[in-house]
T-cell receptor, first 113, second 111 residues
Framework: GNSVTQMEGPVTLSEEAFLTINCTYT??????LFWYVQYPGEGLQLLLK?????DKGSNKGFEATYRKETTSFHLEKGSVQVSDSAVYFC????????????FGTGTRLQVTL | KAGVTQTPRYLIKTRGQQVTLSCSPI?????VSWYQQTPGQGLQFLFE???????NKGNFPGRFSGRQFSNSRSEMNVSTLELGDSALYLC??????????FGSGTRLTVV
């Protein structure tokens, strides 16, 4: 089956620090990969995506590269801000199946001044 | 363009009652999926509808059901509510595998 494994949180960083949140996956088929962010009391917002190997998704300073050889899709940001504090979810969907996202457990990020 | 709209935002129900949640997808999106989010189980897929047909179903009991109307709006129903059904219920609409846009969710509390 399909599964996503994320690093455990919470992750606490000082403002302007470098961020990495690890994500690895297992998929039967060829997946598309996503990072979603959830702010307190809100739904999920798509942060970035990649649909094929070696693609790099990027948005708002966040980046992630689809690595098929290591089945990974790690999220990075060079300089975090307090406003980046949220829960980040890695997810996949497999082409050819009905629309269904498989999520990781989420990683809470807290950025302090 | 308008996003995914879920109503109501908050709901409090008593054990044994039933509840209906509504989701209006982005205009032109024909796929609507539902997810349950709880602290213990995380985000779990409930079901997906496409052109009024259930296309995929997660591992939930039959108390959880849904439907989709001809205008792509979707409802999900939970009958005989249990305390463990307390959760944030999220709806997502999609035009394909490139992306899923989520609504703000309905927070259901069962007392």
């Amino acid at each position: 089956g399909n599964s996503v494994t994320q690093m455990e949180g919470p992750v606490t960083l000082s403002e302007e620090a470098f961020l990495t949140i690890n994500c690895t996956y297992t998929a039967t088929g060829y997946p598309s990969l996503f990072w979603y962010v959830q702010y307190p009391g809100e739904g999920l917002q798509l942060l970035l995506k990649a649909t094929k190997a070696d693609d790099k998704g990027s948005n708002k300073g966040f980046e992630a590269t689809y690595r098929k050889e290591t089945t990974s899709f790690h999220l990075e940001k060079g300089s975090v801000q307090v406003s980046d504090s949220a829960v980040y979810f890695c997810a996949l969907s497999v082409t050819g199946t009905a629309s269904k996202l498989t999520f990781g457990t989420g990683t809470r990020l807290q950025v302090t001044l | 363009k308008a996003g995914v709209t879920q109503t109501p935002r908050y709901l409090i129900k008593t054990r044994g009652q039933q509840v209906t949640l509504s989701c209006s997808p982005i205009s032109g999106h024909r796929s609507v999926s539902w997810y349950q989010q709880t602290p213990g189980q995380g985000l779990q897929f409930l079901f997906e509808y496409f052109s009024e047909t259930q296309r995929n179903k997660g591992n939930f009991p039959g108390r959880f059901s849904g439907r989709q109307f001809s205008n792509s709006r979707s409802e999900m129903n939970v009958s005989t509510l249990e305390l463990g059904d307390s959760a944030l219920y999220l709806c997502a609409s999609s035009a394909g595998h490139d992306g899923y846009t989520f609504g703000s969710g309905t927070r259901l509390t069962v007392v």
